[in-house]
């Protein structure tokens, strides 16, 4: 097992409230957190443009920051960039947090 880190993501949506969005993953902290950053600045540029500045019916953000995860060799591989990944984040008893990947 490896160490990764996941940032969660909430979609809201005006009339229904807020919901999870999945989640992004990265091999470290820094790398997570410019990835985030660089996906938040292309929604909001693209918001912007498609609703002339208005806040729009739904949007993502990210849910806080990101945390260290325990993820497998195989989904470590596909983290030779930043990406979303369908899976959960397990907590097991002694508190390790582990990222299942699940099929999409």
């Known amino acids: 097992m490896r160490v990764a ?3 969660e993501w909430l ?3 005006r009339g ?3 919901r999870h969005d999945g989640f992004s993953l990265a091999r470290d902290r820094d790398e997570s957190r410019r990835h985030t950053a660089g996906l938040v600045a292309r929604m909001r540029a693209d918001e912007a443009w498609l609703y002339l500045g208005l806040v729009p019916d ?9 945390v260290a995860v325990e993820v ?3 989904t470590w591989e596909k983290l030779a960039e930043p990406r979303f ?3 959960r984040i397990i907590e097991t008893k002694i508190g390790k947090r582990v990222f299942e990947e699940l099929e999409a």
Request: hydrophobic letters at 30%.
């Open 5 to 7: 880190y996941v940032q």
């Open 58 to 66: 739904a949007y993502s953000a990210p849910a806080g920051d990101p």
């Open 85 to 87: 990944l369908n899976g």
């Open 16 to 18: 229904w409230g807020t």
């Open 72 to 74: 497998s060799e195989v």
């Open 11 to 13: 979609e809201h949506e």
